[in-house]
């Protein structure tokens, strides 16, 4: 084998999983190693897109893509995109590497897989194929360890065997991890009931096949979840690292058009004052919600920038604002539909992030020290919330009153308790500086991914 193997590197197709994922490759890439990054078409056709003018892949990362068997209408169709990943992708794949390590000069071949861990399938075709195996999770560390604690789960009667509650209770994997509650775990979150079995036995699936992994990364960090990492390391046989990227210098751009306008109107506000809203690519809002976020900014009398994606109101691009409420809010405003979020997050000007919980926008707020007000809507926002609020302490719930809506008194009162204490923007900054310790140069992550590297290359 040469000293810079080949890799092939595999994200679940939505943003969220390719972008973390796309940094890895990234971060291997300047270590030498040649990357085939392999995307389903349209996935590919967005990246494409969204790398047009950027040289940010160099010579070491190559984009392929492959079909996942569906007409494009049937994309739109619920399951019918989940049912292909599992069913269609799989032999795709496999596919793939037979060609490329059929035609490759012996030090040239793919020597291992690196794919998101909800496709647990990828480990299988790893072995089928004869190359190693690695698994990433975009997630928090602590969701691979419930992941794991399923069968005690179920022993210990909190969920049946479909993974439905069989009553709300609260429970904690580790004394440093979050209270986790039968009815917020990830699949519980996630529609209706069938919906919800569907995920569970999806889940049970992919944990038993990462479990045969040969290494499992963990987009994380060891200051961050100690306790999921010590759980992870001593029950299982495997090597979780952590952090396999240092500060995300090199990055793909989102997939939606940035507005940057927004960093100019940033720069003439003052320290620590906007409130940041953005709630990443999917969730939705229905219209009442809409406009008590409105008004619930407008009450604030604070500076606030506002991420409005064009189906962020369940009635499609009519965004209803309250009455007189654009004029109101004047230039103290700031609405754009997709927002360089990073580069806003590292700005001064930024007082708290208002956040749907989505694990990158909780890494981006917590790399750069911003307090969070959380406002989870499904899957690991809750229990993300939980490590913002009740582990780490740099933020707020919003809570929801007895119709599902979170009200705009709360949202004046919370983001008044938590842009004028500074306790909350202490911690925050704490918390900035320990995780970038943690994947500094001689840090846990900084040594985890170099033993990860030095694995790739020789063994
Ligand atoms: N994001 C962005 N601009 C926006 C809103 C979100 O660039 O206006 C990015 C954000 O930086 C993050 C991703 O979109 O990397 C959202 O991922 P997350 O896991 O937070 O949520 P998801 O979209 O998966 O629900």
Known sequence: MGNNPHLLI???????????LMELAQSLAKHGFKITFVNTETTHKRVVNALADDDVLGDHIHLVSISDGLETWERNVPGKLSEAIMTVMPRKVEELIREINGSEEEGEKISCIVADQSLGWAMEVGKKVGIKQAAFLPAAAALLVLGFSIPKLIDDGLIDQDGIPTENQTFQLSPSMPVMNSTNLIWTRMGSSTMQKIIFQVMEKNNK?????????????????????????????????????????????????????????????????????????????????????????????????????????TNGTNFNYPDGFLERVGTRKRVVGWAPQQKVLSHPSVGCFVSHCGWNSVMEGVSNGVPFLCWPYFADQFINQSYICDVWKVGLGLERDESGIVRKGEIENKVDDVIGDDGFRGRAFELKESTMRNVGEGGSSYKNFNNFVEWLKNS
């Open 10 to 20: 595999l994200p679940y197709p939505a943003q969220g999983h390719v972008i973390p």
């Open 209 to 313: 096949a990462v479990k045969s992994a040969d290494w499992l990364i963990c987009n994380s960090t060891l200051n961050l979840e100690p306790g999921a990492f010590s759980l992870g390391s001593t029950n299982h046989t495997h090597r979780p690292t952590s952090g396999p990227q240092s500060p995300r210098e090199l990055r793909l751009d989102t997939f939606w058009p940035e507005d940057p306008t927004c960093l100019k109107w940033l720069d003439q506000q003052q320290p620590n004052s906007v409130i940041y809203v953005a709630f990443g690519s999917f969730a939705v809002f229905n219209p009442t919600q809409f406009e008590e976020l409105a008004l619930g900014l407008e009450f604030t009398l604070r500076p606030f920038l506002w991420v409005v994606r064009a189906e962020s109101v």
